[in-house]
């Protein structure tokens, strides 16, 4: 076995290692948090016709920190907006609550309120080579023409900070992982927590990551399908709040073994098959904020928020420069926004609900959220569904 192939073994094995103990409970609506709405059968932005997902975990070394080294708890996590196989553009908008961050090729979504897929959510220290991937990895699908590239020179990469567990400055992705993930990707469920670009993060001083969730919507008797997929760090432990009540600051009284405080950063991703433009996604993706803030998000001034909407549906016919295209009346959005909104609260809490703990760099514990004390709080409250 060559050195490459080696190195996607040991990622897949490793990947296939940490999945085993990132699902291992309930999902917070089996758990009983109530939330609000209709789902898709997977509860996943996956239930968006077309959305493939490809996620590569990186876990490795224990110990001091040792640039370049480890120990490493990173990884890579890729949406497909419609597929590895289609080779256009969709629509697309994006929102930034707070912009200490970074979110390459939005720029492009603002000018045009198009782009294309994948998009890419890591760590911090690997957005490079990330970029330089996604591209290599079109050129060779298209024999590196440049009229047949063009579209792709622009990726859509995305990180959060992910330096409370990881060696994130010793940028242990590779390209062979981005590949993997790139390659891997398809429909269906999605793992969550310390999974994929996920897998170093932190949120509400808890062990989170990735977190999906779905909504239905019914408009003038159609059925539409909102998903979300958060990258979650960020968030005080005494501001998380779920199904409206306060958690955090009853968790911070008696707290585990507590994560120093931090302002972090989220990226939200949220996919429709409504029929919408790039401005109606942009105010899709503003309403990211409002699900955020349903679980106690303030977005911090250190914290990058950046938001991406997009529509799998169409553009419609061409006619010589002309398109032909339908989207729903910008007055009867209302239905979608609240999906976004109900979605993206979902998605965050099950990011924590996956959660497990994890020891990092320096012997640091980040511990996962206590699920039955959580429980008990909310019955305490009277917002827990028995089942």
């Known amino acids: 076995m060559d050195r490459l192939n080696l190195s996607m073994a040991l990622a897949l094995f490793l990947s296939l290692a940490c999945i ?3 699902q291992g409970g309930p999902r917070a609506r089996e758990a009983g948090v109530p939330f609000e709405g209709d789902t898709g059968p997977l509860d996943a932005i996956t239930d968006v016709a ?3 997902i ?5 876990i490795s070394g224990d110990g001091a920190l040792l640039l370049g080294k480890g120990p490493v708890r990173t990884g890579v996590t890729v949406i497909f907006p419609k597929g590895k196989a289609y080779p256009g553009f969709v629509y697309g908008g994006t929102f930034v609550a707070n912009g200490t961050g970074e979110m390459t090729g ?7 309120g198009e782009f294309t897929g994948p998009i890419v959510l890591t760590g911090s220290g690997s957005v490079g080579v990330a970029h330089d991937t996604v591209q290599s990895w079109y050129a060779h699908l298209t024999g590196g023409n440049p009229e047949d590239t063009f579209a792709y020179t622009l990726p859509v990469v995305a990180e959060t900070f992910d330096g409370q567990l990881n060696d994130t400055f010793g940028q242990h992705v590779k390209p062979e992982h981005v590949i993997q993930a790139l ?8 793992e969550e927590g310390s999974v994929g670009g996920g897998t170093g993060m932190v949120a509400f001083g808890f062990k989170a990551g990735i977190g999906t969730a779905s909504r239905l919507v019914s408009l003038a008797g159609k059925t539409y399908t909102v998903g979300v997929l958060v990258q979650a760090n960020f968030g005080g432990r005494d501001q998380l709040t779920i199904a409206g009540v306060p958690v955090g600051r009853r ?3 008696t707290p585990v073994a507590a994560a120093p405080k931090k302002e972090g950063s989220i990226v939200i991703v949220v996919a429709t098959d409504a029929p919408l433009l790039p401005n109606q ?3 899709v993706a503003l309403r990211a904020t409002h699900g955020m803030a349903r679980v106690g998000g303030m977005s911090g001034t250190t914290s990058g928020d950046i938001f991406l909407a997009f529509s799998t549906a169409g553009p419609g016919m061409a006619e010589g420069a002309e398109l ?4 729903i009346d910008s007055l009867a959005l209302n239905p979608i926004l609240a999906a976004t909104v109900l979605a993206t609260e979902e998605a965050i809490v099950n990011s924590l609900f996956a959660g497990r703990t994890m020891k990092g760099i320096n012997g640091h514990v980040v511990d996962g959220l206590p699920i039955d004390h959580v429980r008990a709080i909310l019955r305490e409250a009277a917002r827990l569904r028995e089942p």
Do not use: K, M
């Open 20 to 22: 085993a103990t990132a």
């Open 50 to 52: 077309g959305v493939e």
């Open 54 to 58: 490809g996620q590569v975990t990186l």
């Open 106 to 112: 939005r720029a492009l979504i603002d000018e045009l």
């Open 183 to 190: 390659d891997s990707a398809r429909g269906g469920p999605v």
């Open 251 to 253: 968790l911070a009284i």
């Open 281 to 283: 996604l942009r105010r």
């Open 324 to 327: 032909n295209t339908r989207y």
